[in-house]
């Protein structure tokens, strides 16, 4: 008796799930047929609501602001309803936008772009940008830039993630009696030597600087001399330019001063980054490359983190205000079922006021020009952003061009570097390296 | 004549529809199979022949893949990388195993609670056990050098030196043996007592009875274990992914922690060479293949079972 019932049970339950299952289908092709049939209605008639999926790469932990704005959106109109999901690394994505459901809007790293564009997964937004009367240029160049691949632009900067800033351990400083941060690199390692302490063994007990500290960097110091990737007018990629063998042998002199074995055994023990043993909270290590996001409340006027325009080559003034950008993008995949609406919420994304709050809510600079100056940015409880806001005017900021290639031009450009950090190349022969590696994958894409 | 063969007919009708009756029990096996087995691995062959990105149409470009495959620097060090995890980890890994199970099948008292220890680590998750061994073997205040300067021995820079990289993996390794102690376990509780019995009238040795008897007894399931664990090395990733990912790059220290299978990824899905993923898969099935051939082929000198004379 029982078991005919929990059989009963079993086939009641499974009806329902299969049914509710197929009514959400039905539902949805009616919610598509709506919005097909509305865009030949007059704009009176009420709209049927779309609901589109957008998918970040932010952990819980961080989505408060992106989920903020997405509730921002949802009450500001109503017709479309953004559901989101977070968490959703760019394994994932690759894997939903490759497979027949594909989200509607998707935020990633600028350099999943270039190598998706080019396969096709990614909607190219010309037309878009056309018919609305979108201005790319209120945004700014160096952001914009990273979203354009073969010439057209595939997604839109919503973050600028900008490295541009030296910041620094103000006890440190104060300790070995420099009183300003460096202006120049060739000063950055004169104070990097003053700044490193050994033990009485010899071992590295605090150091100044170390140039692949968090990461090997190989964008930001070819940036910092002015070098390049690619050369446009031959189709040749540029890893070997002159700056950008400067910046690789700037960074081995580091290792040259201090040792390889010597940082590589401190670095090992150094706390770890973005918690309360931070190697530059605690003293250990007095300067690194800071992002915009980083220190947030130990960077104010009391904090013991001082933040300055990070130092450019002595002999090229003209380089002053040297970053790198590498944004966060908004992409619609091409098989989107609501690019239209899709588009919407990206427009929304970019505009000014979005912009302003995502800035105040997730210390970011805000990626149009014009808002850097707003009103709302610059109160007092947003101090800390102030002097990001001014280095991102910087016409010296540049970052990687995005192509199909992109990834492999990375990776042979840090497995290479990596090589000449530690000495077992020259920094010319590691770049000429790269360029015969990578050359005959640009010819073929 | 005839009525041999009505019967024949007779037995075949049944056969048939009991057979029938088997494959329509067995058809969720099978479907799941088909779909999801059979199928991935044909078409896996297919875009090894071709150039696909995931999104557009393939292209067919024959044995590019292969040949290119040869060319690649980083197909060889990744290959090297791996046999090295194969040939130094896996060898020790199921010594330490066997010693480990000797040890536990031994009549101690609280013999289980020992079992139970030993084993817990091969439920900690591959993620998290390979965080805490980054902790044990940092070079500045891991427990790992604090022991050996101890002792009076410098600790190398484990997870930072390409030197130490693997050996770091090998060490961890020891940790998560687990599974195959219980295997062994398993078949040495299952060698007659009445060799040993035969041996102690004997006056033979522990360590002979070790070689003569205990050794060859559960060589079947060294046989197994060895299989096994090749193909596991062979693909090797989670740890080596976790290790590489705390110097903040995809190989770890110049590129030695880049093993086949995260290579083979890297190529997958970091720069959508599917076409040549596949192929890479294709090359590593060969290679376990070969290795698995050679182990059967020499194992008929080594491995003993119960029913051979």
């Given amino acids: 008796m029982s078991m005919f019932r929990k059989k009963t049970l079993t086939l009641v339950s499974s009806v329902v799930l299969i049914g509710s299952l197929l009514a959400g289908c039905g539902s949805n092709a009616n919610n598509e047929n709506n919005t097909a049939g509305n865009a030949t209605n007059t704009p009176e008639k009420p709209k049927e609501k779309v609901e589109i999926s957008f998918w970040h790469t932010y952990t819980d932990a961080d989505a408060g602001p992106i989920t903020t704005t997405v509730e921002n959106f949802n009450k500001s109109q109503d017709r479309i309803t953004v559901k989101m999901l977070g968490n959703q690394d760019p394994t994932k994505q690759l894997t939903a936008i490759s497979g027949g459901a594909a989200p509607d809007v998707l935020l ?74 460096p202006e120049t690199l060739e000063q950055l390692f004169d104070y990097a030597k003053q700044l490193t302490k050994k033990d009485a063994s010899g071992s590295i007990s605090q150091i100044g600087f170390i140039p692949d500290y968090p990461w090997i960097d190989n964008v930001f110091w070819p940036v910092l001399y002015g070098g390049s990737w690619y050369d446009e007018a031959t189709g040749k990629v540029t890893p070997n330019a002159e700056a950008n063998v400067q910046s690789i042998a700037y ?70 205000g040297s970053g790198m950008v590498s944004p966060r993008a908004v992409f619609i995949p091409t098989k989107a079922k609501h690019p239209e609406e899709a588009w919407e919420f990206m427009q929304y994304l970019m505009s000014a006021d979005t912009q302003v709050q995502y800035s105040l809510d997730g210390h970011v600079i805000p990626t149009i020009t014009s808002v850097l100056d707003d009103s709302r ?28 290639y992109i990834g492999e031009y990375l990776q042979s450009l840090s497995e290479e570097t990596e090589k000449a950090l530690k000495g077992t190349l020259t920094p010319q022969a590691a770049m000429d390296a790269v360029a015969a590696k990578i050359q005959p994958i640009a010819d073929k894409k | 004549m005839t009525e041999q063969h009505n019967n024949t007919i007779g037995i075949r009708k049944r056969e048939r529809k009991l057979l029938i009756t088997g494959l329509l029990f067995t058809s969720p096996w099978i479907i799941g199979f088909l779909v999801f087995q059979l199928y991935p691995i044909l078409a896996s062959f297919y875009y090894s022949m071709t150039d696909y990105n995931l999104f557009s149409a393939p292209t067919w470009v024959g044995l590019d893949n292969y040949t290119n495959l040869f060319k690649d620097d980083k197909f060889y060090l990744s290959m090297y990388n791996t046999l090295y995890m194969t040939i130094v980890g896996v060898v020790p890994h199921m010594a330490f195993a066997l010693i480990m199970a000797l040890l536990l099948n031994a009549k101690v008292k609280g013999q289980s609670i020992y079992r139970t220890i030993y084993f817990l680590p091969t439920l900690v998750p591959a993620v998290a056990g390979s965080l805490l ?45 687990g599974t195959i102690t219980v295997m062994y376990l398993a078949a040495l509780q299952d060698v007659p007592k009445m060799y040993y019995e035969a041996a102690d009238i004997d006056g033979a040795s522990k360590w002979r009875q070790f070689w003569t008897i205990t050794f060859p007894s559960i060589s079947p399931m060294t046989l197994f274990q060895l299989i096994m664990m090749l193909i596991a090395s062979f693909q090797y990733f989670t740890e080596g992914m976790v290790f590489a990912e ?41 290679v376990v293949m070969f290795f698995a051939l050679v182990i059967f082929k020499t194992s008929a000198k080594w491995v003993y079972y119960g029913g051979d004379k």
């Fill in chain 1, 108 to 181: 990633t790293y600028w350099n999943n772009i270039g190598p998706w564009a080019d396969a096709g997964a990614v909607l190219d937004l010309t037309e878009n940008i056309a018919s609305s009367g979108f201005d790319v240029n209120t945004i700014i160049p160096a952001a914009m830039d990273r979203m354009k691949v073969n010439d057209s632009y595939y997604a839109m900067p919503f973050t600028m993630s900008m490295a541009s800033s030296l910041m620094y351990n103000k006890a440190a400083f104060a300790e070995a009696g420099i009183t300003a941060p």
């Fill in chain 1, 251 to 320: 960074q081995r002199s580091f290792y040259e001063e201090f040792g390889q074995s010597q940082i590589d055994k401190f670095k090992s023990g150094m706390g770890k980054r973005g918690t309360a043993q931070d190697p530059l909270l605690t003293g250990q290590l007095a300067m690194y490359v800071g992002w915009e996001y980083n220190f947030m409340p130990e960077r104010g006027e009391d904090g013991p983190i001082g933040v300055a325009p990070f130092p450019y080559p002595a002999d090229q003034p003209e380089l002053k």
């Fill in chain 1, 377 to 404: 940015l610059l109160v007092e409880e947003n101090k800390t952003m102030w002097s990001f806001y001014e280095r991102a005017k910087s016409e010296n900021l540049n970052g990687f061009p995005n192509s199909s």
């Fill in chain 2, 133 to 177: 061994w980054m902790w044990l073997l940092n070079s500045q205040y891991g427990f790992i050098n604090l022991a050996l300067e101890y002792v009076g021995i410098a600790g190398p820079n484990w997870l930072i030196d390409p030197d130490w990289t693997k050996p770091s993996l090998v060490l961890m390794g020891f940790w998560g043996t």
């Fill in chain 2, 246 to 286: 705390a110097t903040q790059s995809t190989g770890g220290p110049e590129n030695s922690l880049l093993f086949y299978s995260i290579y083979l990824y890297q190529q997958a899905f970091s720069f959508l060479n599917m076409g040549y993923a596949s192929a890479m898969a294709w090359m590593l099935f060969v």
